[in-house]
């Protein structure tokens, strides 16, 4: 009887450790046996107004997403999965009118078009465009409220980005 609780202990000592359940809270759904790297390319920033440092804060800020969510390797172009685009809109505009026809919000709103293409699964490529805004006080300059607005922005597009291409939810 000894005999049987020690062999059934031995194989359930060398058994349950190598199974093992893993979650992941970043929400992947990359099958790292495949898909080993992702390229981000530059986005350019081809809109009608500017800011010189949109383009490579876009750029960094969706690269860096996917080097802490993922084990992907980051390359800037030839990876499994490929990521390029533009910018193509940074705008102002009124927001909220007060009763005296004042604008009391200004709104900036960015537009990213995107074009995803999946080297290992092609039926997975596409392109989109993002559109994300934040208003302000209309008091105030855009010069003052831009960096602190744009680094929302680029957040929510590259979340965006990240969860229609590795996570698709």
């Given at each position: 009887?000894?005999?049987?609780?020690?062999?059934?202990?031995?194989?359930?000592?060398?058994?349950?450790?190598?199974?093992?359940?893993?979650?992941?809270?970043?929400?992947?759904?990359?099958?790292?046996?495949?898909?080993?790297?992702?390229?981000?390319?530059?986005?350019?920033?081809?809109?009608?107004?500017?800011?010189?440092?949109?383009?490579?804060?876009?750029?960094?800020?969706?690269?860096?997403?996917?080097?802490?969510?993922?084990?992907?390797?980051?390359?800037?172009?030839?990876?499994?999965?490929?990521?390029?685009?533009?910018?193509?809109?940074?705008?102002?505009?009124?927001g909220a009118i007060a009763a005296d026809s004042y604008a009391t919000e200004?709104?900036?709103?960015?537009?990213?078009?995107?074009?995803?293409?999946?080297?290992?699964?092609?039926?997975?490529?596409?392109?989109?465009?993002?559109?994300?805004?934040?208003?302000?006080?209309?008091?105030?300059?855009?010069?003052?409220?831009?960096?602190?607005?744009?680094?929302?922005?680029?957040?929510?597009?590259?979340?965006?980005?990240?969860?229609?291409?590795?996570?698709?939810?």
């Amino acid at each position: 009887m000894k005999v049987k609780r020690y062999i059934v202990f031995l194989v359930l000592a060398v058994v349950l450790p190598s199974c093992s359940i893993s979650y992941k809270f970043n929400g992947a759904n990359i099958n790292y046996q495949t898909t080993h790297s992702i390229s981000v390319a530059d986005f350019p920033n081809n809109a009608a107004m500017v800011n010189p440092a949109l383009s490579n804060a876009l750029s960094e800020g969706i690269r860096d997403l996917y080097s802490r969510q993922t084990r992907l390797e980051v390359l800037r172009k030839g990876g499994d999965l490929e990521l390029e685009g533009e910018i193509v809109g940074y705008e102002i505009s009124q927001g909220a009118i007060a009763a005296d026809s004042y604008a009391t919000e200004s709104k900036l709103t960015i537009r990213v078009q995107v074009h995803f293409t999946n080297n290992i699964n092609p039926e997975e490529s596409f392109d989109k465009t993002y559109s994300t805004y934040q208003t302000f006080d209309a008091s105030r300059l855009l010069t003052d409220v831009q960096d602190e607005l744009c680094d929302i922005m680029i957040k929510e597009i590259a979340e965006n980005i990240y969860n229609d291409t590795v996570a698709r939810w």
